[in-house]
């Protein structure tokens, strides 16, 4: 018995025989399956012969004239190729320039949907999916030929050159493939570079719509190629990408304990039934149009395996059980959801069961020009555009709902609407529509999508427009509440890349674990595998955090008391938007910049910048610093800011045309343009906003949460000149930008259910403050669905403000207030997706939507007013601290529900006297010491390693309670620091006679040690 074969050849062996039953090495094209998988192994594939491809032509000769003499008998014979009369094969060579020719203007997929015309004879060159009842075409579609060739010799000029393997459908080439074994030393990398190296897109097989996908294989990783670029000089540009399935949450594919990891390729991908399924469905050249130069050019795309993998789940599924349920799709940045959402909303069109369409209409809802055009441009391979797509627009001559209506007339099978517009646009549609059943797919699905948004969408689709004579109150109560539910005869697919707890309840899977019901996406491709697999950045591998230094002055004689938390604010906030800390703060990022970005040449010396600020004087006071700064050391690079409305600076009105010197919708375009490089936003393009020459963010606003994940993934799109990205953060630290991205890392886990008893919980509280009857919300209720006029509720509701003035005191109303709040927002939700309705809920939830706005705030006295008045900046200083790569907790996140709490009360100011205040201000952000970075490193790593092995606080931690511990650790800080006098007497000299940096060094150090 001979060992293993761990080589190429031995890997090309075992494909060859699972997919045609052969090794492929004998001479001669198979004419039959039986003759192609003699042993009865083989899956549907013939073995090709090497000596039946014809190199000028790129196609193999023998089973596309077997195929066309099996299929179309009559026109072949007229062809007059296999004729006596053709000797010289003038007729055949006619034929194959005329193929040629279709597939270089066309490409090969076009070729093998549509056919070719020669002369007066036309040719059909590949069958698809039959209908199963249609014996014909059964049969027709079993004629097809799939083959694979092994070591195919494709070069005209170098004959030694040859493929590892070749896959043809009818003689057409389809894919080819370089194997490597990780045995010999080998991996997928060298695959890649073999394509680069050495493919030459100069022979016909690799020129550009000729083959449909390049892959490079090994025992690990698969990776593909849709289009090579060019050898040698020009190889770089040919963009391989990983083909896996994912492992872990990220990049790779899981063990096999069937085989080697990568025959999913084979075994599942490159069957016959789902080769025909990529080629109808997903595969296809598209034209893309820069709207910067008005260029075209074509794109071949093959879809990714997550991408195939989730919309083949979400039909199968959809087809399972019919229309009426949720999917929740977490896909990252960088996952093409765009092509995703085209190809899912194209097949849902024919889905069927029984015999029967599983959804009449397809609802896009995006705010995403592009998405509008990428599904237009994908349904154009497949069907005629106009006949199949209508765009909901404002502008159109006709009313949204106008729109909706004639689009659902005429049958158009998918409509697309944006967020905003969709509750209008629906809003009037009546009982024409109601035994419909619907298909909505959201992009970038959030809690908008829920609660009242999804009410307004349930009501005008499937409850019936018109109300009813003769209803009584509770009857228009129950439709309401029937309304709020997403109903039976609508699925939803909602996509997006960081799911909120509201998004995860409603359209997530739920499942028990222990006492709990927790939820999780239907399918994923986390941030984790999109960076691994090269598809998005990283833009927390440099992150650096700037560090602010400021003294101020008191000028006002005496001592006056202010509120210190209020004071802290101000002054914070005041120092921040000096006039001084911009300046200062807009040359760091220009000299940065222009050192460290382009000075490096990042992005091939096409690199722009992002300066996130957070408020629209901000921006302005940034845009006109970087301006004069620029204009002062003579740089040709320009500003521009971005920001909404006209606002008033400095006296005087401005706008974003006015300070750019072009309309706003140019500013997308402008930034790629020279001299702009720096974009300055106030709450503008910080989300969906797509720019790969976006390399460095300069962050000056505080984010968190979904807020910070959203604004720094503006850096992450890929460009072929992009290795790195640059974050520079005077706001954040790297805390909370952890503690952000972390959720959205991984998967995102709803950890339970949001608790509907806390709504009985907080009606009984609010009830207990008696500032409305049961009475009173029972005849607003029946005069506001009765459509009574204003001032017959507003004396209601006043009596109600009366009550809640005289009888409440602050901290009664501040409970009150929020618990009414915390009501509404909680039953807006549940009611969307709870299988009942409580009646007292929706009447309260009515009464107080109309209560809360007239609520007066408590008085709430500024004890801190005038603070600003009685200070002056001393000294301001930024200092950049070092460069950090975040690593994120490789772990599945949970999130909590949504919060049901609510209420409370007044917080009591703490006064003290503002030259306290300063002080204080002073002694935390001024510059305590003189070695910052010495000091720092003390901080962060010294001091608390020393107080972690303090044995008397290792033994409270393990055997006390917190508040034991805490005194344990402040002795054991103090012995730290005293043991540090000799080395650091200004450290202790710190300690001991500053009151405010001994209590923030405590505190900082006891969180820093006390969970580790």
């Not at 602010?548 to 802290?568: F, I, Q």
């Amino acid at each position: 018995m001979s060992p293993t074969d761990t080589s190429e050849k031995g890997l090309e062996t075992l494909i060859m025989r699972h997919m045609t039953g052969t090794d492929g090495l004998k001479s001669g094209a198979a004419t039959s399956v039986a003759e192609a998988a003699p042993n009865g192994n083989g899956n549907g594939w013939f073995a090709g012969s090497a000596s039946a491809y014809d190199r000028e032509f790129a196609v193999d000769t023998e089973h596309l004239f077997a195929f066309l003499a099996a299929t179309q008998s009559e026109e072949y014979a007229k062809l007059g190729i296999g004729d006596y009369k053709d000797k010289s094969g003038m007729a055949r060579q006619k034929f194959l320039a005329r193929l040629q020719g279709e597939i270089t203007r066309r490409g090969v997929i076009d070729v093998l949907r549509n056919g070719i015309k020669h002369g007066a004879l036309s040719f059909d060159l590949f069958y698809g999916t039959p209908s199963p009842e249609n014996a014909k075409a059964v049969a027709r579609h079993a004629a097809n030929r799939f083959s694979i060739t092994r070591q195919l010799h494709y070069s005209r000029e170098e004959t030694k050159r040859a493929l590892d393997l070749c896959a043809f459908i009818n003689g057409l080439p389809i894919a080819t493939f370089e194997l490597k074994n990780s045995l010999t030393k080998q991996t997928v990398e060298d695959a890649v570079e073999q394509y680069k190296r050495d493919r030459d897109p100069r022979e016909t097989l690799f020129q550009f719509g000729r083959c449909v996908v390049h892959f490079a294989v090994d025992d690990h990783e698969v990776a593909m190629c849709t289009a090579l670029k060019g050898a040698k000089g020009m190889a770089k540009d040919s963009w391989f990408l990983p083909f896996n399935q994912g492992w872990n949450d990220g990049a790779g594919n899981p063990p096999n304990p069937a085989g080697i990891k990568t025959d999913y390729l084979w075994k599942r991908i490159l069957t016959p039934a789902r080769l025909t399924e990529i080629l109808e469905n997903y595969a296809q050249i598209v034209e893309e149009v820069s709207e910067k130069t008005g260029k075209k050019k074509q794109v071949q795309i093959f879809p990714r395996y997550h991408q195939l993998d989730v919309v083949r789940q979400l039909l199968a599924d959809a087809q399972a059980h019919g229309a009426g349920k949720r999917y929740l799709i977490q896909h990252s940045a960088g996952s093409g959801k765009s092509n995703s959402i085209a190809w899912l909303a194209h097949q849902l069109i024919g889905l069927r069961k029984d015999g029967a369409e599983v959804f009449d209409s397809i609802i896009v809802i995006t705010d995403r020009r592009l998405l509008d055009r990428q599904i237009r441009e994908t349904i154009k391979g497949f069907a005629q555009v106009g006949s199949i797509i209508g765009a909901v627009k404002d502008g159109a001559g006709v009313s949204k709902t106008e729109q909706l209506s004639k689009f659902l007339k005429d049958g158009k099978k998918i409509i697309i609407s944006t967020v905003q517009t969709f509750p209008f646009v629906l809003d009037s549609i009546g009982e024409e529509h109601r035994g419909k059943k619907f298909a909505i797919i959201i992009d970038e699905a959030h809690s908008s999508q829920g609660g009242r948004t999804a009410a307004a969408m349930s009501m005008a689709l499937f409850a019936g427009g018109a109300e009813q004579d003769e209803e009584s109150t509770e009857d228009k109560i129950n439709r309401i509440i029937e309304s709020r539910k997403l109903v039976p005869n609508a699925s939803y697919f909602a996509f997006t890349a960081t799911p909120k707890n509201k998004t995860l309840e409603i359209f997530g899977i739920a499942y028990p674990v222990g006492g709990e019901v927790k939820h999780r996406p239907f399918h994923g491709y986390t941030m984790k595998q999109a960076i691994q697999e090269g598809f998005i950045l990283d833009v927390l591998k440099n992150y650096t955090p700037v560090e602010s230094y400021y003294r101020l002055a008191k000028t006002v004689e005496g001592d006056p008391e202010y509120d210190v938390k209020r004071a802290r604010k101000k002054l914070r906030r005041y120092v921040e938007s000096h006039s001084k800390a911009i300046r200062d703060k807009a040359e760091i990022m220009v000299d940065h910049f222009l050192e460290q970005v382009i000075g490096q040449n990042k992005v091939g010396g096409q690199a722009r910048a992002m300066v996130v600020t957070g408020s629209i004087q901000r921006a302005l006071q940034y845009f006109f610093a970087f301006r004069e700064y620029l204009e002062e050391i003579k740089s040709p690079y320009k500003p521009i800011v971005a920001f909404s409305g006209e606002p008033d600076y400095k006296g005087e009105k401005v706008s974003e045309a006015k300070l750019n010197g072009f309309p706003s919708n140019d500013i997308a375009d402008r930034i790629q343009e020279d001299p702009y490089r720096f974009l300055i936003c106030a709450d503008k393009f910080q989300t969906g906003y797509d720019e790969p020459l976006l390399h460095t963010m300069y962050v000056d606003k505080a984010l968190s949460g979904i807020k910070a994940v959203q604004t720094l993934s503006r850096l992450n799109r890929a460009h072929p000149k992009k290795h790195d990205v640059f974050v520079l953060d005077f706001q954040n630290d790297t805390e909370t930008i952890d503690k952000s991205f972390a959720d959205y890392y991984r998967t995102t886990i709803l950890s339970k259910e949001t608790d509907a008893n806390k709504l009985h919980t907080l009606k009984a509280e609010l009830d207990k403050y008696q500032v409305y009857s049961p009475e009173r919300v029972a005849e607003l209720v029946d005069l506001y669905l009765a459509g009574s006029d204003r001032d017959k509720l507003d004396p209601i509701l006043d009596a109600c403000v009366a009550v809640y003035v005289s009888d409440l005191d602050e901290d009664g109303q501040v409970d009150f207030k929020g618990k009414a709040k915390a009501f509404t927002r909680t039953y807006d939700f549940l009611a969307t997706i709870l299988p009942y309705g409580v009646k007292e809920w929706e009447k309260l939830s009515i009464f107080l939507n109309f209560l809360i706005p007239k609520l007066p705030a408590p008085i709430d006295e500024d004890l801190a007013k005038g603070i600003l008045e009685a200070i002056d900046m001393d000294s301001y200083r930024a200092e950049k601290k070092a460069t950090m790569a975040i690593a994120l907790p490789d772990a599945d996140a949970e999130i909590e529900p949504v919060p049901t709490s609510g209420g409370g009360s007044k917080p009591e100011p703490e006064m003290d006297r503002l030259s306290n205040i300063v002080k204080s201000f002073n002694d935390q952000f001024g510059g305590l010491f003189a070695d910052t970075k010495r000091m720092e490193k003390r901080i962060t790593d010294e001091i608390p390693k020393r107080v972690s092995a303090d044995r008397a606080y290792q033994n409270a931690k393990k055997n006390s309670d917190r508040q034991n511990a805490r005194i344990e650790h402040d002795k054991a800080l103090k012995r730290v620091i005293t043991a540090l006098f000799t080395d650091d007497a200004q450290l202790f000299k710190q300690f001991q006679d500053n009151e405010s940096f001994r209590h923030w060094l405590t505190d900082t150090m006891f969180g820093m040690t006390y969970e580790n």
